[in-house]
């Protein structure tokens, strides 16, 4: 039974580039989430997705940042324009449908802005 | 907006058992209280989860007074892979599940 999947994990971006982070929710769960860690600090909510739906973006930076959980496929959190501010570990966590409050988290993705 | 304070860090041997607490003075009453370990390199790991009294699993324990408005997570006889940074997590408000992570405390297990 696998975990929470995310792809790739280790991203390296340029000033001004596009980055895309996949998350593979585990098996069966039908909500995921978004955080992002900076170094030496805790994770910050970002977005809260079920299937095809947006359920509360609160902490998405208004502008460069949106994300998906389309019927098929990963959810993808898609930054664009990236700058260096962006460099952190974003993590994707997925809970099953009437255990919202067990979030079970996927490895992360560091991205790197140069 | 419930909000959670701990220790920022804490430091331990190998064998002991160690005891963080969590203050939570504005917890709801349908909110229930979380704790996540984190390794470096990893996202957090559920640990354990309750609502009151007293939670046991396989990894830990965790004590809750009657008034809520703190917790304590028990980790008996700790080793060195038990160093890590320790979350208290309550439900985020709004009932949207988002969780509110604070600064952690960091264990540091000496052997």
């Known amino acids: 039974n696998a975990g929470v999947m995310q792809n790739p994990r280790h991203l390296v971006r340029r000033r001004g580039q596009e980055a895309r982070l996949r998350c593979s929710p585990m098996?069966?769960?039908?909500?995921v989430y978004w955080y992002r860690q900076l170094p030496e600090e805790g994770l910050k909510f970002m977005v809260y997705?079920?299937?095809?739906?947006?359920?509360?973006e609160s902490g998405m930076p208004k502008e460069r940042f949106s994300a998906e959980f389309p019927k098929e496929g990963p959810s993808i959190l898609r930054i664009q324009q990236v700058v260096r501010g962006d460099s952190a570990a974003y993590f994707c966590?997925?809970?099953?449908?009437?255990?919202?409050?067990?979030?079970?988290f996927g490895p992360g993705t560091r991205l790197l802005v140069l | 907006l419930a909000k959670t304070t701990q220790p920022i860090s804490m430091d331990s041997y190998e064998g002991q058992e160690v005891n963080i607490t969590c203050s939570h003075n504005?917890?709801?009453?349908?909110?229930?209280i979380t704790w996540y370990q984190q390794f470096p390199s990893q996202g957090p790991r559920f640990i354990i989860q309750?609502?009151?009294t007293k939670v046991t699993n396989e990894v830990a324990s965790l004590f809750i007074p009657a008034d809520r408005k703190s917790s304590t997570l028990s980790l008996p006889r700790v080793s060195l892979s038990d160093t890590a940074v320790y979350y208290c997590?309550?439900?985020?408000?709004?009932?949207?599940?988002?969780?509110?992570f604070g600064a952690g405390t960091r264990l540091a297990v000496h052997p």
């Open positions: 966590a997925s809970s099953p449908e009437g255990a919202e409050e067990t979030q079970y």
């Open positions: 504005n917890i709801a009453t349908n909110d229930y």
């Open positions: 098996k069966g769960h039908s909500h």
């Open positions: 309750g609502y009151k």
């Open positions: 997705l079920q299937k095809e739906n947006i359920i509360d």
């Open positions: 997590l309550i439900k985020g408000a709004g009932g949207y599940n988002k969780l509110i």
